[in-house]
């Protein structure tokens, strides 16, 4: 853990007006600032969507059992994918909402072209461009994303009189603050990241934003975002991050900050957490099982 406090430190040796905002977050979770333990459901409703693809599928019915935790009704779970037929199926027989992700934008991963040291990263920026299109999909006012890979371990929630919970991370990536103001052409006011993999969507601010993109570049919403594809950076746009600082720069009223309690581990230790969540649940609210951890 501290070698992991030095690591994060050193990396904001080059941003040192940053240090003090990671230091502060650090703190807030050291003595669980935010850890929420409240299991009673929250008002309004919402809708869950997972896009979803298939190194990830294995996943689906422990990150689908874990909504069970969330503070808040669920309407309805939309599972946005390609039309496999194992994902078909299994959403078929779990009254599950599927969606063919081809039909969201009118065009598949296959159209974006975005390949850095030969690496072919369309399939990354195409789910973010799917995460931001919920309010196309759904039907409640306001949608949950959890990424495919990440379970929850506690319960938390994500709207709280009448505001949205954004949840903070410590990491930092300069890329996704310069797209930000490549885009509307004015910096956030945040410090931290909000790529924690999730996010509340709201389908009228989703909107608002939209409509500001496309009247400052005269494109469609999506292909202003494409056009943030850096060829040298392999990670050059965040989903999230883009529409949670947008809300707190033009709501800044309508938004709660909270620390992030997630660890990532390597998709091996999921039977390990599952049968001792107790102890994981204590210190963390959700779990990320990348597929790149090994």
């Given amino acids: ?5 030095i690591f994060q430190i050193k990396s904001r040796v080059e941003r040192p007006h940053l240090i003090l905002y990671f230091i502060i977050l650090r703190i807030k979770k050291f003595f669980k600032i935010g850890f929420e333990t409240d299991t009673n459901k929250h008002s309004p409703k919402i809708d869950i969507m997972i896009p979803t693809v298939s190194k990830d599928f294995t996943l689906i019915k422990d990150v689908i059992d874990s909504f069970l935790k969330i503070n808040h009704e ?13 994902i078909v ?62 379970i929850i371990a506690n319960n938390f929630s994500l709207i709280e009189n009448d505001k949205f919970i954004f949840y903070q991370n410590e ?40 409509k500001e993109m496309e009247a400052k570049k005269g494109k469609s919403w999506d292909e202003v975002y494409l ?7 392999a990670s050059c746009i965040s989903d999230y991050d883009t529409y949670a600082n947008w ?16 660890k990532a581990l390597s998709r091996d230790k999921l039977q390990e957490v ?21």
Wanted: charged fraction near 20%; glycine fraction near 4%.
């Fill in 227 to 233: 056009s943030t594809i850096d060829p040298n950076e």
């Fill in 1 to 5: 853990m501290i070698k992991g406090f």
């Fill in 171 to 210: 990491e930092w990536h300069s890329a996704y603050f310069k797209a930000f103001y490549k885009i509307f052409g004015y910096k956030t006011i945040n410090k931290l990241s909000f790529t924690s993999h999730m996010m509340i969507f709201n389908k009228n601010m989703l909107r608002l934003m939209k």
């Fill in 274 to 294: 599952k049968n001792n969540m107790g102890r994981y649940s204590k210190i963390l609210k959700t779990i990320s099982f990348h597929s790149y951890i090994k």
């Fill in 74 to 86: 669920i309407n309805k779970i939309f599972v946005v994918a390609p039309p496999h037929e194992e």
């Fill in 247 to 262: 809300v707190l720069c033009n709501f800044p009223n309508k938004v709660i900050q909270r620390p992030l309690y997630n």
């Fill in 89 to 150: 199926q299994y959403c078929s027989k779990n009254n599950l909402q599927f969606v063919d992700e081809k039909t969201v934008l009118g065009y598949g991963k296959d159209a974006i072209k975005y390949f850095v040291n030969n690496t072919n990263r369309n399939g990354w920026i195409f789910q973010q461009l799917l995460k931001l299109s919920g309010e196309n999909i759904v039907e409640m006012d306001n949608y949950f994303i959890l990424d495919s890979d990440t």
